[in-house]
């Protein structure tokens, strides 16, 4: 039984680690697109205004880690797993 739990754990936590690396990969591509828009791309050379729009083109959607082309890894989605696995944990408790 204590092997079992151990392996929970064990498991949990490298779900949890993988999910925050993922949090972190969303936020700073999100973080590019504002930091490229703030910038004074007005005042630049016009070479640089139309490498600064592709920038802005690809850096519309933010990067992100895929589970299995299911759902999106991230702390709000590891949050969710984790309720959910402890409902199905309750109910099939309730049940002895």
Known sequence: MAMCIMFICGQLTHLFFLSLMAQYLLDQSSSVHESTY???????PIQ???DIVLILMRSRKPC???????????????CTIVQTAMSYF???????
């Open 90 to 96: 309750t109910v099939l408790a309730s049940f002895r």
């Open 38 to 44: 703030s910038c004074f791309w007005y005042n630049m």
């Open 64 to 78: 992100k880690i895929m589970a299995g082309k299911l759902f999106v890894m991230s702390l709000e989605n590891f």
């Open 48 to 50: 640089i205004q139309k």
